[in-house]
């Protein structure tokens, strides 16, 4: 263990201290006249007196046992005046497996696995420490869920896939399997079937892109999707695991970009180890021939398969997951400072007894009622005070300070960031927006240490790339890998993309138990370009606890250079294009979510440093609330640097008339 000290000078002036205090005790010390004694002959008789011998052999020893209780003293309450600690890093074990459920969401499996959502409900309940995502796939993939140790976000998207589910049996019942045309159905029956047709829709537009000319149920291309979608895949070594829910019945309307063995192939070479679950009826024709083919897939990258009829538990697939080998992978979310007083403090204690115990023998020896009295008030004084002191040290009484050290654990930080292109503009203090935001953010994690963060980008939508987590590493990563959108696809831009994912984000912050905060730190120039007028964001107020709206850009505006097609030009008459800030809308973002609004680009980082002592704080009295007192400063090296003082006195004391009694 490698120990610093938070005042190495102490070491050195108490050395000086120490050597200036023995000068000047001995320069001024008063040396014995001769001629003042008489003097006498004949002395070796008595010095071969035992009782003599053993006198002087005791006043030695307590001499030498005086003399090493002050230098023990001195040492003691000068390394303790150094204030010793040892600095850690603190790792968050933020995960010990990657999980991710990959779930065909075709017509032909609906139902098996509609049957199974409850069990993976609970296999989540049942996870400690693991990160699981969700990958949804029919013709094409979408990402449900990220990669997250944030188990309730997880069981809430359960619920909402619960939900399709559920719509879509109704639909295949009441709907597709009951009329031949949606004109026959009554106008009794009509609303329904909207409504039906609205949460499908919501999934299936995902799921579902180029069906016309594809065909559904990509099954190897569902897999492939779904490994790819774990994050670092070739930079860190994980324990990875794909839980695959098909019926493995591919329709396609040509042959697919991967087949299931290529995609088991790949992810026997990335080391991700997959179990298969098919929910087909096993009766149905053809059932245990396509069972065959998955398995044998499932099987090539170490994985178990469970076939059609199985009946599954989440107790089952724990004991799947847990059976393979823990790689825990750790994340420093902080510096930690221990102050490292005690074995000191003992020094110091050991050292005061033994001038205690000392001064005590000379005094009885002596005979207490020998000797000048001023002496002996002097000793009792010195010795009370330092007593005093020791027990000061001992105690470590601490105060509360702004400057003090705080490990903000409680606290949930979302950074909801636009991704427009506009956000690339080159009038950010010299370089681009996102360099901006970038840096901010960083800036952000570093003040927040321990905190849980998530990140929203938002540009023709908005996406969630991380719920709440702690896995730092993996949060900087996504954040340094923001990119502009396709510039043939961009739609423009509005605040309003980034509502509905950050009330998702909000509320999953809110609905975790503790004594936690939710911050908000929302990151965009306000440029509105699609048309579209501003909504409120009042609604979510209640949700967030602090934060800011930090704005990037200039009133003068920026030019956007588009990697490969240079700087963008106005379409009606060819001239540059230029984006400028718009801070009368992320005013009123501010306002409607109660949060702080700060121009980055005008004054960067000081009003933000100033939002984040604040946030800090904050945290820190919420710890409070819960009895925690963490973010306390030590005191007992004040206490040592007057018993310092004290034991130097008695120092000067004794060498200058012999002893302070």
């Given amino acids: 263990m490698s120990v610093s000290f938070h005042n190495p000078w102490a070491l050195i002036l108490a050395a000086l201290l120490t050597a200036a205090v023995c000068f000047a005790a001995f320069k001024l010390k008063k040396r014995p006249d001769s001629k003042a004694f008489i003097k006498a002959a004949n002395t070796a008789r008595i010095k071969a007196n035992p009782l003599y011998r053993r006198r002087l052999i005791e006043a030695v020893i307590f001499r030498v046992l005086t003399a090493a209780g002050l230098i023990l003293a001195i040492v003691a309450a000068s390394f303790l005046v150094a204030r010793p600690f040892k600095r850690d890093t603190i790792k968050d074990t933020v995960n010990r497996r990657d999980v991710f459920l990959c779930v065909d969401l075709s017509s032909s499996n609906y139902e098996g696995v509609q049957n199974l959502v409850q069990a993976f409900r609970e296999t989540v309940t049942g996870l400690d420490g693991d990160r699981i995502g969700i990958s949804l796939f029919n013709t094409s993939s979408i990402q449900f869920v990220p990669m997250t140790d944030d188990y309730d976000f997880v069981l809430r998207r359960l619920d909402s896939l619960e939900g399709y589910l559920a719509a879509q049996e109704e639909f295949e019942t009441s709907y597709a399997q009951k009329y031949d045309s949606v004109y026959d159905i009554p106008d009794s029956e009509r609303a329904r079937y909207e409504e039906l047709n609205k949460i499908l829709s919501s999934f299936d537009e995902g799921l579902t892109a180029g069906y016309e000319m594809k065909g559904t149920s990509a099954i190897g291309e569902g897999l492939a999707s779904c490994l790819f979608s774990f994050p670092e895949l070739t930079e860190e070594e994980r324990t990875r695991v794909i839980i695959f829910v098909s019926d493995n019945r591919p329709e396609l309307l040509g042959d697919p970009l ?248 909000a509320e999953s912050a809110a609905a975790k138990k503790g004594n936690r905060r939710t911050i908000v730190f929302l990151f965009s120039d306000g440029e509105t370009t699609d048309g579209s007028t501003l909504m409120s964001f009042s609604e979510l107020h209640g949700l967030v606890d602090n934060g800011a709206v930090l704005g990037y850009g200039t009133a003068a505006g920026g030019r956007m250079n588009y990697p490969g097609r240079g700087y963008i030009k106005n379409v009606s008459d060819g001239t540059i294009a230029l984006s400028h800030i718009d801070e009368d809308a992320l005013r009123q973002v501010a306002g409607d979510l109660g949060l702080l609004y700060i121009n980055e680009t005008s004054d960067p980082g000081s009003a933000l440093s100033t939002r984040l002592q604040t946030i800090r704080l904050m945290s820190r009295d919420a710890f409070f609330a819960d009895g925690n007192r963490t973010g306390y400063l030590e005191t007992y090296h004040y206490f040592a640097a007057f018993v310092g003082l004290l034991l130097l006195v008695w120092l000067f004391l004794t060498i200058y008339r012999g002893g302070v009694a």
């Avoid at 000048?372 to 601490?398: D, H, Y």
């Fill in 258 to 505: 991967v087949t299931l063995k290529d995609a088991a192939g790949m992810c026997a070479f990335d080391k991700v180890t997959v179990f298969g679950i098919d929910p087909a009826n096993p009766e149905s024709d053809g059932a245990m021939t396509v069972a065959a083919e998955m398995q044998e897939a499932v099987e090539s990258t170490g994985g178990k398969f469970y076939g059609p009829g199985t009946a599954l538990s989440a107790e089952e697939i724990l004991a799947d997951i847990q059976s393979l080998e823990r790689k825990i992978t750790s994340t420093a979310t902080a510096t930690e400072d221990t102050d490292l007083p005690t074995v000191w403090f003992y020094v110091l204690a050991a050292g005061f007894v033994l001038i205690v115990l000392t001064t005590a023998y000379f005094i009885l020896r002596r005979g207490v009622t020998r000797g000048k009295l001023s002496r002996k008030v002097t000793a009792i004084v010195i010795l009370a005070c330092m007593a005093g002191g020791v027990v000061g040290v001992g105690l470590r009484p601490m105060y509360l300070s702004p400057d003090a050290e705080i490990r903000t654990n409680n606290l949930d930080v979302a950074f909801v960031v636009d991704t427009t292109i506009s956000m690339w503009a080159e009038d950010h203090k010299g370089g681009k927006r996102m360099d901006g935001v970038q840096k901010d953010i960083q800036m952000i994690m570093d003040a927040l240490p321990g905190s849980s963060f998530s990140v929203i980008s938002f540009s023709n939508g908005a996406e969630i790339l991380t719920p709440f987590t702690q896995d730092i590493v993996s949060v900087s990563d996504i954040v340094s890998d923001l990119d502009m959108p396709s510039f043939t696809t961009s739609q423009g831009s509005s605040l309003n993309t980034a509502f509905e994912a950050l009330r998702i984000t």
